[in-house]
């Protein structure tokens, strides 16, 4: 069982930055993706970043450039860098994790953060 917290979001005016936090906690054993969504209401939720075992990284094309994902074994924690912020950022945002079981996964999901993007 893994547990996963998410904090950092908040309000903030365009141009603005935030770092949102993912804390996870349990068994850390097969973790094979770490991952932030986001999701607005009346929308599917919407990959924005993932990072790999091996510290590999995506982004959605929307955020390349502006925001960037980390990790930090010794914590358990993944971050996501938010720079450059635009209204269309404005979300709630969920970390996820993904831990390999044989022939398949489990993911695990956080509450979720809200990040508010407005003038």
């Known amino acids: 069982q893994v547990q996963v917290v998410e904090s950092g979001g908040g309000l903030v005016q365009p141009g603005e930055s935030l770092r949102l936090s993912c804390a996870a906690s349990?068994?850390?054993?097969?973790?094979?993706?770490m991952v932030w969504y986001r999701q607005t209401p009346g929308e599917q939720r919407e990959l924005v970043a993932t990072?790999?075992?091996?510290?590999?990284?995506t982004y959605a094309d929307s955020v390349k450039g502006r925001f960037s994902i980390s990790r930090d074994d010794a914590k358990n924690a993944v971050y996501l860098q938010m720079d450059g912020l635009k209204p269309e950022d404005t979300a709630v945002y969920y970390c996820?994790?993904?831990?390999?079981?044989?022939?398949?996964?489990?993911?695990?999901w956080g509450q979720g953060t809200q990040v508010t993007v407005s003038s």
């Open positions: 349990g068994s850390m054993s097969n973790i094979v993706l």
């Open positions: 996820n994790v993904k831990k390999g079981m044989g022939w398949s996964s489990i993911n695990y």
């Open positions: 990072i790999s075992r091996t510290d590999t990284t």
